[in-house]
């Protein structure tokens, strides 16, 4: 068995692409607080291409079937691999591009403003990196197994409680999947891993930015090896996201306060002043503030503001002046953004810390063989827009997609779902967003009806298409399937494709069915939410 690993930079220009996501929706791109990469990781079990598996990460929002396609076609010409024998994913980053055409500053939603230009050139790059893991092939062994970090996911539909409650218990799912790829030396080469996250929890300052893997990458590469090269998937992510248990609630900045402070706010008074050639807005006692927000030296907040504003700044005794064609209220709004991007950061890096850990203690237990099954298989499938809104919201966005229509008149879109097996393990590769329940009941099938080791499941994989729910969590509405989901049975479809590909690559055959659910320790709630949480559960028990 050989593999072949190949990572590459695909950062946008700056200024001409659009955010993704909810974040700087506002501004286009002025910085790169982290290079956005591609990595490829090519099985091959043969010296025939048509054996060939390729597993792809890139740090990107998401992507459409269409445009996986084309970059199919690309590295099929370059390599010989069969394009259904790829899986191309995106982390989900909402400090990444716009690769849907809907995020474009004051034209949100409206499908018309996606950059073919750099598409084209990324699909480019994108085939460029499978060609060039096929080129950097070495004899490996390979090993996988199974960490657990529990107690620092919730899941947000469960915390939310716009619904009434569920059938059964929602949960999380904190398992952490591991496959290990040495060279014959017994040199670490390659981790594949994930997590089941909704990575947005980092904010930054209009900087393009990876969210959480480069800081996993750096952890993993403190625990296991300079050498080693991280590749990252997310798992099943509709409804769950990664926080940091806190005995207390998060301190907050509060700037001039109008109200009574709370035991886990923190004041800070800015006042304006003329001078004789421009506004001057004191930020008093920055020293404290710094030190008691971890925001780095006065340098690093001096070039925030200039960065955020334009604005020169310098310091006044124990105080900040910033100048320039300002307003205190401007001002007073790039200081909680940057107290918001150093806070974000630092809680990304403690998380990758504890992260990495985890694996460190599973990852040297793994034993690894030469001579591994690798294989894929994918099943096509239609899925349904049963929602007269979203159809008429994201027109364009279907129209660029392989739409057309059912036998009574519903718009239908074709994607796709894979599956792979290496060795005793499996891997669900799905498109769009599920939500933690559609996950983990396949994870459970899987492993209880086709008798695989360790089942993992990555989302967002050969396709993007919003959130994809069940049909209790369709009918009880909330969040996802408000702002981004296109049918009712969505979910239900692609399980039982999942299941017959599963049954395929495993050879037993998978029915579904109901399955309980593993049932996790989720992070502790807040005070707040707390609070909510339980009047929300006594007034169902009144009722």
């Known amino acids: 068995m050989k593999a072949g690993f190949c990572k590459v930079v695909i950062t946008p220009p700056l200024g001409q692409v659009a955010f993704a996501g909810y974040n700087g929706r506002g501004t286009l791109p002025r910085g790169v607080l982290d290079d956005l990469c591609a990595r490829a990781l090519v099985f091959q079990p043969s010296p025939d291409p048509a054996t060939w598996v390729v597993i792809m990460t890139t740090d990107l929002f998401m992507l459409r079937r269409q445009f996986v396609e084309q970059v199919r076609a690309l590295a099929t010409q370059l390599t010989g691999i069969s394009g259904a024998n790829m899986c191309i994913h995106a982390i989900h980053s909402h400090q990444g591009p716009d690769t849907l055409g809907i995020y474009f500053p004051g034209h949100d939603f409206d499908g018309r403003f996606l950059d073919d230009a750099w598409m084209n050139h990324l699909a480019r790059q994108l085939a460029g990196v499978i060609y060039g893991a096929t080129k ?262 279907i129209a660029r997609g392989n739409s057309g229509r059912s036998p009574d008149g519903r718009i239908t879109v074709q994607t796709e779902v894979q599956g792979i097996k290496i060795g005793e393990a499996y891997i669900c590769c799905w498109p769009a967003e599920p939500v933690n329940e559609i996950g983990l009941r396949l994870k459970e099938l899987i492993k209880n009806q086709g008798g695989a080791g360790p089942v993992f499941f990555w989302e967002l994989c050969n396709d993007g298409f919003g959130y994809l729910l069940t049909p209790f969590e369709w009918d009880a509405q909330g969040y996802e399937a408000t702002v981004f989901s296109f049918g009712r049975d969505n979910g239900s479809i692609l399980e039982q494709a999942s299941l017959r590909v599963a049954s395929r690559l495993l050879g037993r055959k998978i029915t579904w069915e109901d399955v309980p659910l593993p049932v996790y320790r989720p992070a502790p709630s807040t005070k707040t939410i707390q609070r909510l949480k339980d009047e929300f559960l006594a007034s169902q028990q009144n009722s």
């Open 136 to 397: 950097h092939a070495f004899e490996c062994r390979i090993g996988f197994g199974e960490a657990k970090l529990e107690g620092h996911t919730i899941n947000r539909r469960e915390e939310s409680l716009f619904t009434r409650p569920a059938s059964h218990q929602r949960t999380i799912d904190p398992r952490i999947p591991i496959i290990r790829v040495d060279d014959l030396r017994g040199n670490h080469r390659v981790l594949v891993t994930g997590f089941a996250t909704h990575p947005t929890f980092l904010s930054t300052f209009e900087q393009w930015g990876a969210e959480l893997v480069p800081y996993v990458e750096r952890a993993c590469k403190r625990s296991l090896g300079a050498n080693v090269e991280i590749m990252y998937f997310t798992s099943q992510a509709g409804d769950i996201v990664p926080v940091l248990p806190r005995k207390r609630e998060e301190k907050q900045l509060i700037i001039n306060p109008k109200r009574d402070l709370k035991p886990n706010q923190v004041s800070i008074i800015l006042s304006e002043r003329q001078s004789k050639t421009a506004i001057e807005i004191e930020i008093p006692q920055v020293q404290q503030l710094a030190k008691k927000f971890h925001l780095g030296t006065v340098e690093e907040f001096i070039e925030g503001f200039y960065q955020d504003l334009g604005a020169d700044a310098f310091m006044e005794g124990e105080s900040l002046i910033v100048t320039g064609n300002i307003t205190l209220r401007k001002v007073a709004e790039a200081l909680a953004k940057y107290v918001s991007y150093r806070t974000s950061v630092r809680n990304v890096k403690n998380y990758a810390r504890i992260f990495a850990g985890q694996i460190a203690r599973v990852f040297s237990t793994i034993e690894t063989a030469p001579d591994v099954d690798v294989r894929i298989d994918q099943e096509l499938a239609d899925i349904y827009i049963d929602d007269e809104d979203m159809a008429e919201q994201f027109e364009v966005l």
